[in-house]
């Protein structure tokens, strides 16, 4: 879907922190490839391409405030955002999947979160929704950005740095990561899915 390597290398350090920023907690957000993103960019750096001194804090930053801006979204907006109709930017599916994800993990599912595509841009709304206190939200929200950040930018940066060679495999560890992304969403799906017909 995304050509990551030319999306970076044409947009730059404002292009991905602008990315970053929209994943992490702006509604419209969820189909953005954050997780893909963040280890290309970091890989991309240790080529030269990018400056990890710049693209680091600035990510980091983007993270933190993207959530902060879906916890304010949902605290002043609440569940009104969530009552409009299927469409290409919004699925009921999956409001009910990060609701779920929410109740189960409490202030932990910020930090579990970053690492889970799609519920990572809902889950800073549903703390503003259910009143979580601003001053425990920012505390899980910059641990969740910066090990977030750290693992997959500086992860994709020292394998680019210490690997020779490394580029001819970036695809294939691409496609790992996004496998491994939405492993957990998919296993509680299909476990929902036996669930239900065993009940039914």
């Not at 920023?21 to 509604?27: A, K, L, P, T, Y």
């Not at 109709?85 to 993990?105: G, L």
């Not at 690492?115 to 939200?137: D, E, L, N, Q």
Request: charged letters at 15%.
């Amino acid at each position: 879907m995304f050509d990551l390597e030319s999306l970076i290398s044409a947009y730059g350090v404002i292009g991905v922190t602008l990315i970053v920023f929209v994943e992490s907690g702006v509604f419209f957000g969820f189909f953005l490839p954050g997780d893909s993103l963040l280890f290309t960019a970091g890989f991309l750096a240790s080529q030269g391409i990018l400056p990890i001194w710049i693209l680091y804090p600035c990510l980091l930053a983007a993270a933190i405030l993207g959530d902060s801006v879906g916890y304010f979204t949902g605290h002043k907006y609440g569940k009104k955002l969530f009552n409009r109709p299927k469409s290409f930017f919004f699925d009921p599916e999956h409001v009910i999947r990060t609701e779920k994800f929410f109740a189960k993990y409490g202030p932990m599912a910020l930090i579990l979160a970053r690492f889970t595509p799609i519920v990572r841009t809902f889950t800073p709304i549903f703390a503003g929704i259910g009143a979580m206190k601003y001053r425990t939200f920012i505390v899980y929200n910059m641990t969740g950005a910066f090990l977030w950040v750290t693992s997959l930018l500086l992860g994709g940066y020292f394998l680019g740095a210490l690997v020779p060679g490394a580029k001819e495999y970036i695809h294939y560890i691409l496609i790992a990561i996004i496998v491994v992304s939405f492993l957990p969403p998919a296993l509680t799906f299909l476990k929902e899915r036996i669930a239900q017909k065993k009940s039914s």
